[in-house]
């Protein structure tokens, strides 16, 4: 893949990232109610339940894009705005991404659909430290838009710390030693139904710092 530009906010540093892993971690709400209702909402529109909550899926890194348009497998898609730590050279950020997804394969196979489209992640990154343990996570708030559209909006405490998660994950997938980008879960839909669209935006606001922005348009690639 090729790899990826990010910016140290506050710094003068830039980081040249290839990560040997890109991992999505589905049903990460703290609240097991909350998920459990969850997958009873998209078991009703056909969606199969994960194997394990949280879930984690193992995608190819080269999904990865900071690039202003993103290519998606076609107009059944729609994204999320996601938390996303960023481990390089043993040392953990934090990142605004999209969990971009085919919306039609997602009702026959989570996994493919996830990996049906390119996962923008902005290129601007927050140092956490070499411990995610003392990461102040519960006063994050995130938001999307869809084409100028408000389409999520809330705090990042409904999910699962990002210590938590990544004990979680490496018990689910085993030790990964190099470099990591792990999105750590979304927000409910403002309007309770996915919606497809060209134009879309996040934002990922520390409490007394800075808002981490992406913004792209989707782009159909050829078959």
Not at 92 to 107: F, I, K, N, P, Q
């Amino acid at each position: 893949m090729t790899p990826l530009k990010l910016r140290v906010l506050g710094t003068d540093e830039m980081l040249t990232v290839t990560p040997a892993r890109l991992v999505v971690a589905g049903y990460t709400a703290r609240d097991e109610a909350v998920v459990a209702a969850h997958i009873a909402e998209l078991a009703a529109i056909g969606v199969p339940p994960p194997a394990t909550v949280p879930a984690f899926y193992d995608l190819d890194p080269a999904l990865l894009t900071t690039d202003a348009v993103a290519a998606v497998s076609g107009p059944a898609t729609s994204g999320e705005v996601e938390p996303v730590i960023v481990r390089h050279a043993g040392r953990y950020y934090l990142a605004v991404g999209s969990d971009h997804t085919d919306r039609e394969l997602e009702r026959v196979d989570i996994a493919a659909s996830k990996a049906a489209c390119a996962k923008p992640l902005g290129d601007s990154v927050v140092h956490l430290g070499p411990d995610l343990s003392t990461v102040e996570w519960d006063g994050l708030a995130a938001d999307s838009s869809v084409d100028g559209w408000p389409y999520q909006r809330g705090s990042v405490a409904t999910l699962r710390h990002p210590a938590d998660l990544v004990a979680r994950m490496t018990a689910a997938l085993g030790p990964v030693d190099r470099d990591l980008v792990l999105f750590c879960g979304t927000l409910p839909l403002l309007t309770g139904e996915f919606t497809p669209g060209a134009y879309w935006r996040v934002h990922l606001e520390l409490p007394a710092g800075p808002v981490l922005t992406h913004a792209y348009e989707t782009k159909t690639r050829n078959p």
